[in-house]
């Protein structure tokens, strides 16, 4: 089975608004496309410390920005 049909396994059963932890890594930019893939409705989530532009919450809002899915900092 390969990486992508294992998380297709994953997300093709879930229903309604999907919450994802993103960053700027591979893993969570690879499930985040697959749902955008698969038509899912998805709300990203970042860490972030108060008054820090990390790499990973700039990298995680632009990719948001390009694929028109909602992105909250927390």
Same mark, same amino acid.
Do not use: W
């Given at each position: #089975?390969? @990486?992508?049909? =294992?998380?297709?396994?994953? @997300?093709?059963?879930? &229903?309604?608004? @999907?919450?994802?932890?993103?960053?700027?890594?591979? $893993?969570?930019?690879?499930?985040?496309?697959?749902? !955008? &893939?698969?038509?899912? $409705?998805? +709300? /990203?989530?970042?860490?972030?410390? $108060?008054? +820090? $532009?990390? +790499?990973?919450?700039? #990298?995680?809002?632009?990719? /948001? !920005? &390009?694929?028109? +899915? =909602?992105?909250? &900092? @927390?």
């Amino acid at each position: #089975m390969s @990486i992508k049909s =294992a998380i297709r396994s994953q @997300i093709l059963p879930l &229903e309604g608004k @999907i919450a994802l932890l993103l960053s700027s890594g591979v $893993d969570s930019n690879s499930l985040l496309f697959e749902c !955008l &893939e698969q038509g899912k $409705d998805v +709300v /990203c989530y970042t860490f972030r410390l $108060d008054g +820090v $532009d990390s +790499v990973d919450s700039k #990298m995680a809002k632009a990719n /948001c !920005l &390009e694929f028109g +899915v =909602a992105h909250r &900092e @927390i």
